[in-house]
């Protein structure tokens, strides 16, 4: 039997993808194109011009890559939700347009469950505690009683957000967090930050405005604020990672988003596996970052419930939940 195959597309933020892959797990393309800057953060508007830009371009590459054409596409697959209006808008219409001019079904995804599919099909995690953290979504998620639970999250900004805001702080671009990264490796002293856990949430906002007066003071190089910063953020992620995989019974953390790309956090969850005798998994970075592929293979999760969007229901869903249904 010829597999199913969906066309994936990816447009929460500041990446534009098209992945395409067949229902036996087989990615036959992971295009993108992202929006970035030199300086500050990012303006909704210029990235959706950005998309619309690039939106044919990165089609066809994915096509051409994939070695198919438009015909051989089974299912689209877009992002519906979360994320921004404006870029949502991009990926939505672009998805209509295919679905409707191929005469193809139509899938929409949530994006964070999208991330722990991709996970799952990447690695070997079977039943794992997902810790999303990426720019706007910073959560810890499990599969408890039949549906997605969030165990915990921020309780202000996504940990993503959080660097990239810093980032600006110190006058470096966009996206900030591999910036941190690099600055942090050469940090060597461990500057005291606040630390803040709440249950099983966290929150960023005071440790933000803590190294805004740290930077303004000049009394500490960057490094080791980044330093500080990289370790003070991360150990909270990986202390209510710990805990929801205690309070759930679970011996698997599964990581993923763009931020779960910093091998510093990557090595902290595997110690933290490792004492607990539990394992931890991270797929490919370019799985970890926003992507088309993920976006696809949730569609083929979708087919494969015979969860279909019907146009009248293809509206963005920016304010997306975890918990909140898009079908039925």
Known sequence: MKPIICLGIESTAHTFGVGIVDSKGKILANVKDAFTTRQGGIIPVQVADHHYRCANSVLSDALTKARIKLDDIDLIAFSQGPGIGATLNVGAVTARTLSQRLKIPLTGVNHCIAHLEIGKLRTKAKDPVLLYASGANTQVITWQEGAFRIMGESLDIGVGNFLDVYARDLGLGFPGGPLVEKLALKGKNYIELPYVVKGMDVSFGGILTNLKQKIASKKYSKQDLCYSAQETVFAMLIEVSERAMAHAGK??????????????????????CKERQAKSFCPENEFLVDNGAMIAWNGIVNHKKHLFTKLKNSGIKPYLRLEDPLFG
């Open 251 to 272: 011996k698997e953390l599964l990581l993923g988003g763009g931020v779960a790309c910093n091998k510093r956090l990557q090595e902290m969850a595997k110690r933290m």
